[in-house]
């Protein structure tokens, strides 16, 4: 009897320690309900494509990144694709996982971003380790920019090589899908017509090099910032344009002061939403 009254004071004790423990992120589902992480793997190894929403600078998006793909590789072969990457380093990329070149020598042959380092290298290397293959998807930073000056036209310029980069021509393009109509009113018009077609050149071709390497009874996990695939348009937009029946998961992150309930506004964003405390450390 003594031993029950003991685990007793024990539990009684313990359950407000640890309900005033300061959480650094809660998981919640497109509903704003609670999930559990290891039901999100569980839901995440059933799929085709997961595309990954960060924040670029968010501790806790990267870390989570690096851990579910560690309980994925568990379960699914994996293939591996990222924003961070544009089409023409995959050559780098590729001989960097293949130990042709050192992790200097990509740096010096790829355009890596500056929080490379610190992000997205654990990422890479895991997928080195496994042996698993990772996708340079995002169109040249250059050309981008060349649409936001002057639209889709003039992509009809670049070479027949430059256009290997790129999704195929003429681009599919819907200006009234949210996040773009949301980037025009970020904008306060000042970005004129050609800055969400800037974006649609990014959401286009990271689909178009999904698809091109995406292999049925693999799992193919895209780290992309969470615009790119926020309300199931974007990236996911363009897959299922080409692929409907494919199955897709998205998930996006959010930053709140309060993280024990979502906001309405994020709500639906995705199928699974880390909701992280404003106050975390960023990486940069």
């Avoid at 539990?11 to 609670?34: C, D, R, S």
């Avoid at 709140?256 to 979502?262: A, F, S, T, V, Y």
């Amino acid at each position: 009897m003594k031993k029950y009254i003991l685990i007793l004071l024990i539990t009684l004790i313990a359950i407000p320690i640890f309900a005033q423990q300061k959480m650094p992120y809660v998981l919640y589902n497109a509903e704003g309900k609670k999930v559990s992480y290891k039901k999100m793997i569980k839901t995440l190894a059933k799929k085709d494509i997961i595309l990954f929403g960060e924040f670029h600078n968010n501790a806790i998006a990267h870390w989570l990144e690096l851990s579910v793909a560690k309980d994925l590789s568990d379960k699914r072969n994996l293939i591996y694709g990222a924003e961070m990457f544009e089409a023409d380093n995959q050559q780098a990329l590729t001989d960097y996982l293949n130990d042709k070149i050192t992790a200097k020598g990509l740096d010096s042959a790829a355009r890596l971003w500056n929080n490379y380092k610190t992000d997205y290298a654990p990422i890479v290397n895991f997928a080195k380790e496994k042996k698993a293959p990772f996708i340079a998807t995002n169109i040249p930073r250059r050309y981008a920019s060349l649409v936001s000056k002057k639209g889709f036209e003039s992509l009809d310029t670049l070479s027949v090589l430059e256009k290997t980069w790129i999704a195929p021509l003429p681009l599919d393009y819907d200006a009234n899908l949210p996040g773009y109509v949301k980037m025009v009113e970020m904008m306060g018009g000042h970005g004129g017509a050609n800055m969400p077609k800037a974006q649609a050149t990014k959401d286009a071709t990271m689909a178009y090099f999904i698809l091109q390497n995406f292999k049925p009874g693999s799992l193919f996990i895209h780290y992309n910032g969470a615009f790119h695939s926020d309300n199931y348009d974007g990236i996911n937009w363009y897959l299922k344009r080409k692929q409907p029946d494919l199955q897709v998961a998205t998930i996006s992150t959010v930053s709140q002061k309060n993280i024990k309930e979502l906001l309405a506004e994020n709500k639906g964003k995705a199928d699974f939403i880390i909701c992280v405390d404003e106050d975390m450390t960023n990486t940069y």
